[in-house]
């Protein structure tokens, strides 16, 4: 496809980037913790921590790594935590240590777990000790030999980090009873590594820097291996088109979205650290008045979320009431922006809320729009640099400008493959290189792109990815269950919502019945919020049900 794209560029953006400008993840970090380093890194719960002490806690927990545990590169650590001040020190020393970046979910649930560290293989475990229950039970039989335990304050100085955990485990009761032989403290760990020191490892753009797990089509949770040049090539793309709207070393990010979701890992974690940015943690953005309470404190440049995170802070009282004359930056991805949202959005900041859109395989920045863009305008925006895009139909032949196809990606940010799924990979890629995103879309004669609809059956509840097999498998596993078929259909606060189709053994099972199965077995957004059971389900000529079906059918009776 030609790049029409490039003639709408905004004024300064290059049509290309140099993937070479950092030689890793790593030298990302290290060139801006030299250079900002008494900047203020990160900021949670009123605690700062600079880019020199961030240089120093990473420094130690690489250490750590490397000569009390033995890791070698290309090791696998996992980082299971909620945004908090030990999860860059958890990722960037690992990555310092030559290790891979497995992040966790904190909210799995242990089959979920489980799956994952066996899959990657992962040696290390680093959770905040709310979750360490869960650990507790999901390592079984898997790879981990050593789990490294923190609790939210204990980077806290003084009597505040004894406080906030005493307060979370005796009197919010958040921390349920754990027992893991050998696990450690994090700060004891630190202390340690600090004493040894590290050895830097070389690290290529070939090496594998994180493995990011996302869902598939056969309802196995796959690694996407995203390789250092795949990170510092789309840190690289979003610096060139945020470098004329920002200041190096005076901008502040409200960081709500969790750090291991590929969206505020890449743009809040990394890019903005690529500008010396500071990043505000949100721990629990599910509280909204604690939410404002704590935006009240600071006078934030910029902000990134989902749409269904900015309609829940602009229905909250506090919030309107904020001062936003230093925002500059509002960024929307991970799930489709809502055309009332962003005008309401607008209206109430002076700022609007441009759209961006991605996927976990390309790391994740595909499309996004100008930052000079002077309203919402309905489209996902226009690719970013480096990147090719191509519009397909069913037999992979490019279609005409103007008519929807599959999108298609290719570019320095997709992904190396799935994590020991070479046949999964294939599935994904064409002959010439280009990664299938799965989502019709379509362009106009500008160069904007408009998703039309999602060719996979995936779900989206509020950014994350959720897929019908999983479901469908969990279901299916209940004694009462015949049959069952798993669908996304709108949800006010969610974006969707997960429904079940179900045909039953016996008329015993019950809606409620259904649900508590699936949230015992489920994280909390994969669990259902509706239950209609059939005497049948549609069904193709060979026996596959026809989910499709079952979904149009429920939007003719909602028209």
Same mark, same amino acid.
């Given at each position: ?364 920045? #595909? !499309?996004?729009?100008? *930052? ?8 996902? @925006?226009?690719? %970013? =640099? $480096? ?121 015993? #099972? !019950?809606?409620?019945? *259904? ?8 994280? @909390?957004?994969? %669990? =259902? $919020? ?30």
């Amino acid at each position: 496809m030609e790049s029409i794209w490039l003639k709408s560029y905004p004024k300064g953006v290059p049509a290309t980037i140099d993937v070479n400008a950092f030689s890793s993840v790593v030298d990302i970090f290290e060139r801006s913790a030299k250079r900002f380093a008494d900047k203020v890194a990160y900021i949670n719960m009123g605690v700062r921590i600079t880019y020199r002490e961030l240089d120093q806690q990473t420094a130690a927990f690489a250490g750590y790594l490397q000569n009390d545990l033995g890791l070698v590169p290309g090791d696998r650590v996992a980082v299971m935590m909620p945004n908090c001040l030990q999860y860059p020190i958890g990722v960037f020393g690992t990555l310092r240590a030559g290790c891979v970046v497995v992040n966790c979910n904190p909210l799995y649930t242990v089959r979920e777990l489980h799956h994952q560290l066996k899959d990657s293989g992962a040696r290390v475990i680093v959770v905040l000790e709310n979750f360490a229950h869960t650990v507790e039970e999901a390592i079984v039989g898997t790879a981990v030999e050593k789990v490294i335990v923190t609790g939210l304050g204990d980077l806290f100085p003084g009597a505040k980090g004894a406080i906030v955990n005493l307060v979370l485990k005796y009197v919010k009761k958040m921390v349920p009873h754990w027992n893991i032989p050998g696990a450690v403290r994090l700060n004891g760990a630190l202390r340690r590594g600090a004493g040894t020191g590290f050895k830097p490892v070389p690290r290529t753009l070939d090496d594998i820097a994180f493995l990011q797990y996302t869902g598939g089509t056969t309802g196995v949770s796959k690694g996407a291996m995203l390789t250092h040049r795949n990170i510092v090539a789309n840190v690289e793309q979003a610096y060139a088109w945020l470098a004329s709207a920002v200041v190096e070393g005076e901008e502040l990010i409200v960081t709500a979205l969790p750090l291991y979701h590929i969206f505020s890992l890449t743009a809040n974690c990394l890019t903005f650290m690529r500008i010396g940015a500071a990043n505000l943690l949100i721990t629990n953005p599910r509280d909204i008045p604690g939410f404002a309470k704590e935006l009240a404190k600071y006078r934030f440049t910029a902000i990134t979320g989902v749409n269904t995170l900015f309609n829940a802070l602009m229905n909250n009282d506090d919030f309107r009431d904020l001062d936003f004359s230093s925002l500059k930056l509002t960024l929307g991805g991970g799930m489709a922006v809502q055309r009332a949202v962003a005008e309401r959005w607008q209206k109430l900041t002076g700022m609007p809320l441009l759209e961006a859109y991605g996927l976990t395989e390309t790391s994740p920045a #595909v !499309t996004i729009n100008p *930052l000079d863009l002077p309203a919402y305008n309905g489209t996902i @925006g226009l690719p %970013v =640099p $480096s990147t090719e895009v191509s519009i397909r139909d069913d037999a992979g032949v490019e279609v005409p400008l103007g008519h929807p196809g599959e999108l298609c990606v290719r570019g320095p940010q997709v992904m190396a493959g799935y994590w020991q799924r070479p046949d999964e990979t294939k599935k994904v890629m064409t002959s010439d290189g280009f990664f299938m995103t799965g989502d019709v879309a379509v362009a106009d004669e500008q160069g904007f792109f408009r998703i039309v609809d999602r060719k996979k059956d995936m779900i989206l509840v509020s950014g994350f990815n959720v897929y019908p097999n999983e479901i469908e498998d969990v279901v299916a596993g209940h004694p009462g269950v015949l049959e069952v078929a798993a669908v996304g259909v709108p949800d006010e606060k969610s974006g969707e919502a997960v429904k079940l189709f179900v045909v039953v053994r016996n008329e015993g #099972v !019950t809606e409620a019945a *259904l649900i508590a199965y699936c949230r015992e077995r489920l994280t @909390g957004y994969k %669990v =259902p $919020s509706q239950v209609e059971f059939r005497t049948e389900l549609p069904k193709t000529n060979v026996g596959k049900i026809l989910r499709r079906s079952l979904r149009d059918e429920g939007m003719a009776k909602r028209a």
